[in-house]
């Protein structure tokens, strides 16, 4: 639920498609769901070493720049198609979460913890953790691309170009911040 690509990407999307969220969730799903797994196997370690946040950071933060740009020239090019970003709703949820390190970062971080503490109900725990946390997803991603889809009547012109221009802005700010991050 934090503001961020992924949300970025599903107001995006869901401007054409109310159903967007649930093929975004599922591809942020796709991502996340094995990284679960590896967690929960011991190798959560692999997400905070330093060459991999390097290689994440800049394909992710370079991939994040590539679609912000799509979508701003579409913004700029015409006003009467709203912007769109280059793949499918699924593609772009598995893109913008596999291009995002503080993504992997998190999960190598608090999400250890939270997978330690439902494993200490064993696998059934692991399970149900999942698909409550993918559930949440799904849920959340599903109300951001539904709610917009619903208003869009509501946005005129300037407001389609204000609200792409600031979602295709958070992509490259996020791509930018994230290229950046891997030399600090």
Known sequence: MVPGPLTAATITKGYRDKNAGVMIGLGHGVIELPLMA?????FAHLFASD???M???LAGG???IFMGSMVFRATRKAVAEPADLPYNSLTTGIVMTGANPYFFLWWATIGVALIATAATFGIVGLLLFAVVHLSCDLAWE??????VFRTRHLWTQKVQRIVFGACALVLIGFGVW??????T
């Not at 590896?38 to 011991?42: H, S």
């Not at 994230?178 to 030399?183: I, L, R, T």
Request: aromatic share 20%.
């Open 55 to 57: 290689i994440v950071g």
């Open 142 to 147: 599903q109300f951001v691309s539904t709610s």
């Open 62 to 64: 370079l991939m994040l």
């Open 51 to 53: 060459n991999v946040k």
């Open 178 to 183: 994230f290229c950046v991050s891997v030399f």
């Open 38 to 42: 590896l967690i929960y196997f011991g």
